[in-house]
């Protein structure tokens, strides 16, 4: 990115016309900027998609024409709200959602120009590592959205 970190975040922030983040957002973006393992744990609608995407989308690289982020979700609709809010932002990366009950074809099509964010189901995910055989060197942050219960009690007795 061209601008500075604060000056990129706050026209993140006007395109969707909010003020400043909250809280949570805050130290979500602190704690990703400075450690490499961070787990969110945050109520549904408390803005946790823009908390990651803000510091992740600071760290990819606009010269590297593979996938550097990856997110894997449990559901399409997930995948596809990522995804709209990830383009939303305009941080001139590409950004790509491949899914179940999506085309192959679609996907095939949006994969042959590798994105630099790829948001996807595990299945649909592994599907198209197995067919189009993208690189995972490149991939430098995972994120797994929505973890189950059982793995929520885990993290916690950690």
Not at 104 to 114: A, E, N, P, S, V
Not at 129 to 144: E, G, P
Request: charged content about 25%; hydrophobic content about 40%.
């Amino acid at each position: 990115m061209t601008k500075n970190t604060k000056e990129q975040s706050d026209i993140f922030l006007d395109k969707f016309d909010i003020k400043a983040l909250n809280a949570m957002q805050v130290e979500a973006g602190k704690k990703i900027r400075s450690k490499s393992d961070v787990v969110l744990l945050s109520p549904t609608g408390t803005g946790k998609t823009l908390a990651f995407l803000l510091p992740l989308i600071e760290k990819l690289d606009a010269n590297c024409d593979e996938i550097q982020l990856l997110i894997l979700v449990p559901s399409r609709e997930l995948a596809q709200q990522i995804e709209q809010v990830a383009r939303k932002m305009g941080s001139g990366f590409k950004v790509n959602a491949v899914y179940g009950g999506r085309s192959g074809t679609l996907d095939k099509i949006d994969l042959k120009h590798r994105p630099a964010i790829l948001i996807g189901t595990p299945g649909r995910i592994a599907d198209r590592l197995r067919r189009d055989k993208f690189s995972l060197a490149y991939i430098n942050t995972i994120v797994l959205m929505n973890l189950t219960s059982p793995w929520k009690l885990a993290l916690k007795k950690k």
